[in-house]
């Protein structure tokens, strides 16, 4: 089985054979990704949102059955923890949403540009325990949903697109990924803000921002798994503990993924990690 690891982005991108079976895998993999984003839309909004889940599933769904179509096996997906390094990942994974939430939305709060649940100084105790609580407990528990797009994002998409010689694969990826969400925000059922136009241009800044991170974490790790816990860590601590403290008619211009003050920071975070040359594809 060819090799489709980090190390060997340079050489594959010279191994014409490698070239051509990476864009393979590509178009087979969006080709079973489409339809089964169609279909997870189309049974979470008229049958359950339950299968809101077997949407978070369809890229790793996609990359497995891709896998298995053109007998490309798993090995490259990298389930273990190679290295000290993805294990000094750990504190990062768990805490780079806290920070980014406190910056956003503690700025949004203090500014009153949005509400935050409790007026009483007293009562953001539960907040702390909210997200102390959603660090370890919802990060797990997230991992069941994460691990589907990862799978398929970072676990297949990423390697290929960076083998296939597609210029600027993290950027393209993120693009991807940011479209793929497209559907939810213009249905009015994730993060669509007062303009649906600023919303999305937010939101894909948002994402590509936040896609640039992990694919970097991914890569440098070597590991899936990084990339799975701080994609579950996102979730869990932006989405159930800043979220849920916040309110107003403008919480989701200001905060939230499509959120201006989000956008902002989250996007500075990136340019700071573009600035970190030892993080970018370590050998290992």
């Not at 991992?143 to 697109?161: D, H, K, P």
């Amino acid at each position: 089985m060819e090799s489709y690891g980090i190390n060997d982005r340079v050489t594959n991108k010279k191994d014409p054979s490698i070239v051509q079976k990476s864009r393979k895998g590509l178009l087979v993999f969006f080709a079973w990704l489409v339809p089964l984003t169609f279909l997870s839309y189309v049974l979470a909004i008229h049958v359950s949102p339950i299968f809101g889940l077997l949407l978070m599933w369809s890229p790793g769904l996609s990359s497995f059955l891709t896998r298995l179509l053109l007998r490309e096996g798993f090995a490259d997906i990298s389930f273990r923890f190679r290295g000290k390094l993805a294990f000094k990942s750990i504190p990062f994974v768990l805490l780079f949403p806290v920070i980014i939430g406190t910056l956003a939305y503690g700025l949004a709060w203090i500014t009153g540009l949005v509400d935050f649940v409790h007026t009483d100084s007293s009562y953001m105790w539960p907040l702390v325990v909210s997200i102390v609580y959603q660090m370890f407990v919802g990060t797990l528990l997230g991992v069941i949903s994460s691990a589907g797009e990862e799978l398929g994002w970072r676990g297949y998409m990423l390697s290929r697109l960076i083998t296939a010689g597609v210029p600027k694969p993290i950027l393209t990826g993120g693009l991807i990924w940011g479209v793929w969400h497209l559907p939810a925000i213009l249905l009015g059922s994730y993060y669509s803000g007062p303009s649906l136009v600023l919303s999305i241009i937010l939101f894909m800044i948002t994402i590509s921002s936040f896609n640039f991170i992990i694919s970097h974490l991914r890569l440098s790790t070597g590991s899936i798994w990084p990339a799975i816990l701080l994609h579950a860590s996102w979730n869990a601590v932006i989405q159930d503990s800043f979220d849920t403290a916040t309110k107003g008619e403008n919480a989701y211009l200001w905060t939230g993924e499509s959120g201006i003050l989000v956008t902002l920071v989250l996007f500075l975070a990136a340019w700071m990690f573009s600035r970190k040359s030892d993080f970018m594809y370590r050998p290992h």
